[in-house]
């Protein structure tokens, strides 16, 4: 199984909406990584986890507020969006944090803020 | 910042070879990837390079110079489903970071 599993695949809420993200893998990977894509651009990295622990925050705003439950859950909670939001998230997953794991991606939520 | 740069668009024939083409700032990052998107979907990985040389995989090869910044990937016998977005993405030295570059945009034509 080398399946990243994301839910829902689209959401749409208002700006006083609180909603979240799932994302899951059985892959026994133990980094898991939230990424934000806007369209015709690349992902751009939001999260790290690594061993159930957060260990990398590109400064997201506090709106977004991730987290892991255990080494197979990723979890993204959403309060007080923007319009400027909406995009496709992505969770990908690794074997570790060493150099040489590359990263499998999830199929993503396509998040519209209204 | 740390940049990565690529071609914005490239268009090849079906049957043929093309070599999309990917520079970086050398210092910062350890190891170099490549991924490809098709439009609406996730990334998949496609290979990585950490030495210099060439990593060969099926139609697909990677090269990777690290004093020059530089990495290419090689797509053999085109088809028609390798019409996608291309992505390079460099490996931080230090932290699990992948900085991706904006994406090569492939269209194969029969």
């Known amino acids: 199984d080398t399946e990243v599993t994301q839910t829902p695949k689209h959401l749409v809420m208002g700006m006083t909406n609180k909603k979240s993200l799932k994302c899951e893998q059985h892959?026994?990977?133990?980094?898991m990584y939230w990424y934000k894509q806007k369209a015709k651009k690349p992902p751009e990295l939001m999260f790290v986890?690594?061993?159930?622990?957060?260990?990398i925050n590109e400064s997201v705003p506090s709106r977004f507020s991730p987290e892991c439950p255990n080494s197979s859950l990723l979890n993204l909670h959403l309060h007080a969006l923007q319009p400027e939001d909406s995009a496709l998230y992505l969770c990908?997953?690794?074997?570790?944090?060493?150099?040489?794991?590359?990263?499998?991606f999830g199929p993503g939520t396509r998040l519209t803020v209204t | 910042g740390q940049n990565i740069d690529q071609p914005t668009e490239m268009t090849a024939t079906e049957g043929a070879i093309v070599q999309i083409n990917c520079t970086y700032q050398?210092?910062?990052?350890?190891?170099l990837f490549w991924y490809q998107q098709h439009a609406g979907e996730a990334p998949t990985f496609l290979s990585y390079?950490?030495?210099?040389g060439l990593e060969e995989k099926g139609r697909f090869s990677s090269f990777l110079s690290r004093s020059k910044g530089y990495s290419y990937l090689l797509l053999k016998e085109l088809q028609m489903k390798d019409s996608a977005s291309y992505l390079c993405?460099?490996?931080?030295?230090?932290?699990?970071?992948?900085?991706f570059g904006a994406g090569t945009i492939l269209r194969v034509k029969s």
């Open positions: 993405a460099g490996r931080m030295e230090y932290g699990n970071k992948l900085v």
């Open positions: 990908a997953s690794s074997q570790g944090d060493r150099i040489s794991y590359e990263q499998y």
């Open positions: 892959m026994g990977h133990r980094a």
């Open positions: 050398t210092s910062g990052f350890n190891g």
């Open positions: 986890y690594s061993y159930e622990k957060l260990s």
């Open positions: 390079n950490v030495l210099d």
